[in-house]
């Protein structure tokens, strides 16, 4: 499950977008408004993502706010979840399964281990696949 943040960076990313294509910054309070979306909540994920430069952020002067660093064409979706929740990883079924008792080992032996990280594969390649760009419709939580 994402976190809170990174589902509304998601929903604002459509804002930001706009903004990219108009080169203008738009501040917080700004992108929450227009995205229905809690500002406090959504500043975690832009502060992140200016921390490793898919944003760039200007605090005070003329034009505040915040803009991608780049093209959000050449943004995917990969690069942003990974850059605001860490690498994909999958929990085994000891972790995921209350009271399970498992006795394979090594999980790459497992049937169930296999399907779980087979699936997720195929996420990982459609997220890297997709950009801010083509994900960019109007989402809602």
């Known amino acids: 499950m994402l976190l809170l943040s990174t589902r509304l ?21 700004d992108i929450a408004e227009k995205c229905n979306v809690n500002s ?15 944003l760039k952020s200007q605090v005070g002067g003329h034009e505040p706010g915040f803009i991608f660093a780049r093209d959000p064409a050449e943004i995917s979706l990969y690069e ?21 008792k498992c006795e394979i080992k090594d999980c790459d032996n497992c049937l169930l281990y296999k399907v779980i990280s087979n699936g997720l594969s195929r996420i990982i390649q459609n997220l890297k696949k997709t950009t801010i760009v ?3 419709c109007p989402l809602s939580i």
């Open 9 to 29: 960076f998601l929903i604002a990313s459509t804002h930001l977008v706009e903004g990219y294509s108009k080169k203008v910054k738009i501040t917080a309070p």
């Open 40 to 54: 406090r909540a959504l500043m975690p994920a832009l502060r992140r993502l200016t921390q490793v430069s898919i």
């Open 80 to 100: 942003v979840i990974v850059a605001l929740e860490g690498e994909f990883q999958i929990c085994t079924c000891r972790y995921l399964i209350e009271n399970v």
């Open 134 to 136: 083509d994900s960019n």
